[in-house]
């Protein structure tokens, strides 16, 4: 069953320098108060890995967290630039940042390989494109059967997987709701996993055909943290918060304004400051 800390508690025993990390949502329910708590910690020389590394990549990097970055997309949604990664990338800032890039086909089929315990995903794609070209870890095969010439890529079995989801129930069970990305493959794939949830019910209330329910032997940690996917959105409780996003290019645009964005809103608050902000969304 899965064990319920706070999130400061299940961070200090789960999450640990040179650690790697996959913390997944898809404009939805993306885990930005466990991303905080990380900071907070200290956490160095982590490998994060992330289909579409935003804001909460942008901030962990820019603070040191990170010496590699595994993604297929990166930037500020609908806005621009994510202004610390590029500069991590480009400078060294805080810290040089390794880079591994895929697309998005290739690494939802790794973390289908990850969570079934496979060493490989083997699919049809990178066929004329340059992408095998900078990244050595995508190769090929054969198939034994047909013939047909596939690309791999190695699964993904991060040492953490962090999702954020709607609700867990008293015996650790998980809702997620609404549009999700690979959530419960990075939960089936890691070694350990931390789910943040808006809160714990007695009955985890199904309501749509478009929901996942993760099993209680699946999860490690489960942390309750109303608002704990804020500035992103969680369906029925908040709405995504856009001018955030818009305010965030300016903001981490300059590495003072940065640092002294996060020292306020970061490093002197807690995960208890996610609830006034769901509240103000709400």
Known sequence: MAQVLSLHDAVAEHVRDGDTIA???FTHLIP???GHEIIRQKRKRLTLIRMTPDLIYDQMIGMGCAEKLV??????PGVGSTHRIRDAIENGWPNALAIEEHSHAGMANAYEAGAANLPF???RGYIGVDLPKVNPRIKSITCPYTGEFLATVPAIRPDVGIVHALRADRD???LLEGITGCQKEVVLAAK???????EIVDDLRTTSYNSIVLPHWTITAIACVPGGAHPSYAQGYYKRDNSFYIAWDKISRERDSFLAWMKDNVL????????VHAKKQA
């Open 268 to 275: 002197d608050k807690d995960a208890s400051a996610f609830a």
């Open 71 to 76: 993604f297929s997309w990166g930037g500020n």
């Open 172 to 174: 650790g069970n998980v």
């Open 121 to 123: 995903a083997a699919f």
């Open 23 to 25: 913390m997944e949502g």
């Open 32 to 34: 930005f108060a466990a």
């Open 192 to 198: 350990r996993s931390i789910v943040t949830v808006e």
